[in-house]
């Protein structure tokens, strides 16, 4: 590479480098800074940084870049806005959870960081080598986050992260390998080229490698049957980590599944029709065992479970209605689920409790708390006019117009059955009294979160129009 095309290559790339150095810089403050808003307000500053830089280089040529090992076109930077969105929200629930120590709040927010950095690059990959350091990235930089929590609870779940996580790795990278042994190629263009090209006996094996590889991006979004670890880390995790966990990730996953998709087509009819039942079990297994869930904590992880069955119709379809409705649901679905944590978070760190009883009366404690984490729940249900509802109207046409409509009655029952886990919680806040008289009030970093997750969730909804240009024309863009 030229030292021009890498001078090139560095600007465009200049928002992911800003968050790699300002994690470093995070790390070292946290070691020798008297004072944790110091680490706060630094971290601040360099989301700040690299949210401008993104918006600068927003229209830079796609490339690929740095050797050709990432490409930046529409799909990619769709997906930079969503992973910079997440991980500022996330930080701000980060400074008032008790399971934060505050002399740690250094390891936590420059991981966090380097968090941002792996799930733009997951999204941006388009090369094998590429694609499996972003996903360890974000792994190794996770496994650590649930590790730093206060009790035990958070080492066993990082246990049973770690081991989960190596094991769908090693799987993954095993699949990889072989397609790299296949096609003798590991960019995606050079693989897309060499698939179309093989002899039909290598269809086999083909397949296989395809499959193997779909493991590890399956336990990354938590899609069953790799979805095991999903409850039990969010459970032993800070409710911050459980919120970056239930979005970031899932959504970088999917990016870097539909890139593999696209560039593995010729083999993808042999996997599609699995895929179609996955999505079903996945939504219906999430949504069910949802409703006997009393810890809140683990009631939110299988909704994740069962809102990744409802991205996978988008997926499975692999027309331009269903890239558009996945990609809107990934943004409806960073508003209010991260909404939801950040409520769920000022509740229990008040109550010192992660049980529903701790919602009881909410309504009489914080009327407008109570408020918003109700919209937000009747979103993840898909009410409309709210966003969710826009996203799964997308993702459910979709399924019908490419004459899946099993998919469709699918989502529409189990959309019924997460209302009734949902409006349960509201129940709680409405129709029961508090334990405890004195008022809620969460603090103020917790109520810019809501604010703006709320104001998101609704205005999206009522106004879905340039949300719906800027993504349709990324899809039309991006479907080959």
């Known amino acids: 590479m030229s030292p021009a095309l890498l001078a090139q290559s560095l600007q465009v790339w200049l928002p992911e480098l800003i968050l790699s150095i300002g994690g470093m810089g995070v790390l070292l403050l946290g070691v020798f800074a008297r004072r944790p808003t110091a680490v706060v307000t630094m971290t601040w500053v360099v989301l700040a940084a690299s949210a401008a830089a993104l918006a600068v280089v927003q229209h830079a040529p796609a490339g690929p870049w740095f050797f050709g090992m990432i490409v930046l076109d529409g799909w990619s930077q769709v997906f930079r806005w969503i992973a910079l969105g997440t991980v500022a929200l996330v930080v701000l629930m980060v400074p008032h959870s008790c399971d934060v120590e505050p002399s740690w709040r250094g390891e936590y927010l420059g991981l966090l960081l380097f968090v941002g950095v792996g799930l733009s690059l997951m999204a941006q990959a388009h090369h094998l080598l590429m694609a499996y350091l972003a996903i360890e990235m974000v792994s190794m930089s996770s496994y650590v986050l649930v590790a730093l929590a206060r009790d035990t609870r958070g080492s066993e779940a990082a246990l049973k992260y770690l081991l989960f996580g190596a094991l769908c790795s090693g799987v993954m990278l095993f699949g990889m390998s072989l397609l790299f042994g296949l096609t003798g190629q590991m960019s995606f263009p050079g693989l897309r080229a060499a698939v179309w090209t093989l002899a039909s006996p290598a269809g086999g094996a083909l397949a ?147 049980s529903l009883e701790a919602f009881r009366g909410l309504a009489h404690r914080s009327p407008l708390l109570a408020f918003a984490l109700a919209v937000f729940l009747l979103s993840l249900a898909g009410i409309p006019p709210l966003v969710g509802f826009i996203g799964k109207f997308l993702l459910f046409g ?69 949300l719906l240009a800027w993504l349709g024309a990324v899809a039309a863009a991006n479907l080959l």
Not at 426 to 453: E, F, H, K, N
Request: net charge positive.
């Open 208 to 354: 296989v490698s395809v499959a193997l590889i779909l493991v590890g991006l399956a336990f990354k979004i938590s899609m069953v049957p790799f979805h095991m670890w999903t409850p039990d880390v969010y459970e032993g995790a800070p409710l911050p980590v459980t919120a970056l966990l239930s979005v970031g990730p899932k959504a970088a996953g999917l990016a870097l599944l539909w890139r593999l998709a696209q560039t593995l087509a010729p083999v993808w009819g042999a996997i599609a029709a699995p895929l179609v039942w996955l999505a079903i079990v996945t939504m219906t297994l999430g949504n069910v065992v949802a409703v006997v869930q009393h810890n809140v904590k683990r009631l939110l992880a299988y909704s994740t479970i069962g809102q990744v069955g409802y991205l996978l119709i988008g997926f499975v379809v692999q027309t331009e209605l269903g890239m558009q409705g996945l990609l809107v649901y990934l943004v409806a679905y960073l508003f209010m689920n991260l909404g939801a944590f950040a409520c769920v978070t000022a509740v229990c760190e008040d109550a010192k409790s992660e």
């Open 398 to 466: 979709s399924a019908i117009a490419s004459r899946w409509t099993i998919l469709a009655v699918a989502g529409v029952v189990n959309s019924a059955i997460a209302l009734y886990y949902y409006v349960n919680i509201i129940r709680y806040m409405y129709l029961l009294s508090p334990d405890r008289a004195q008022p809620l009030t969460p603090a103020w970093p917790i109520r810019v979160a809501v604010g703006v997750c709320g104001v998101a969730t609704v205005a999206l909804g009522l106004f879905p129009g340039a």
